[in-house]
Each structure stands twice: as C-alpha cells, then as structure tokens.
C-alpha cells in the first residue's frame, strides 16, 4: 500500500534555511508529479508547490514563490521542499501528495495541483 512521509521538519529561526523530505515506502515515484503541501493551526490546507515527474515543470503558489524550492531525486525516490527566509507564517504541518489518476506525471492546476493522495506531515516551526 502506498505510504507517504515526510521529515526534517522542526523549529527555524527568521531567516534560516531548512530542508524538508518526502519519501514512500517503496512505491516508485518517478512517473509521478508530486506536490508539497502545508496546514497552519486553524487554517485550511495550502498548496504551496508541484513538481513533473521529470522535473521539467514546477509550480508555486504566490506566498512561498522566490522563497521556497522543489526538487526531486527520482533514483532514491524522494522529492524535497528548501525553505529559505522562513517566516513566522510558514509554521504548520507539511506533507506531500502524488498524482495516481489520469495524467498523472504533470502538475495539475492549484490549490490542489490535481493529487489523488497525501501522506504523513511533519511539522516546522519558524520562530525567534
């Protein structure tokens, strides 16, 4: 069954750099757009960025473009979310999503990028 996890969340301070992870449990990823997305307390789910399967296409939603950065490493199956000058805003719980339906290796339109499934989160805190 496929499971999705993401990692490497924590706190971060104003201004720092983090990178958080996502991996499966063996379920190939690479014929697949993934799509990294975020829940803040009290708040609804945010897409925040789609990455194609073959990485030749991203998208970014307006409040993490130029901050945040999506990429991918299809031979070990991970796709990753850099997060640069994080604000205090960024805090939430981010988990990513794959794309299993029809056209699944391209990136659908937002907020949901067109994923079928999501996995577990891990949580980032930005504070001082």
């Known amino acids: 069954q496929l499971e999705l996890v993401a990692s490497g969340g924590g706190l971060a301070q104003p201004g720092a750099s983090l990178r958080i992870s996502c991996v499966s449990n063996?379920?190939?990823?690479?014929?697949?757009?993934i799509a990294w997305f975020r829940q803040a307390p009290g708040k609804e789910r945010e897409g925040i960025a789609c990455?194609?399967?073959?990485?030749?296409?991203?998208v970014y939603a307006e409040s993490v473009k130029g901050r945040f950065t999506i990429s991918r490493d299809n031979a070990w199956s991970r796709v990753y979310l850099q997060i640069d000058s994080p604000k205090p805003e960024d805090t939430g719980d981010y988990y990513c999503?794959?794309?299993?339906?029809?056209?699944?290796?391209?990136?659908?339109?937002?907020?949901?990028?067109?994923?079928?499934?999501w996995g577990k989160g891990t949580w980032v805190t930005v504070s001082s």
């Open positions: 999503g794959i794309k299993v339906g029809a056209a699944r290796s391209t990136c659908g339109a937002p907020p949901d990028f067109g994923m079928d499934y």
């Open positions: 990455i194609s399967s073959s990485s030749d296409n991203t």
């Open positions: 063996g379920f190939r990823l690479e014929n697949h757009a």
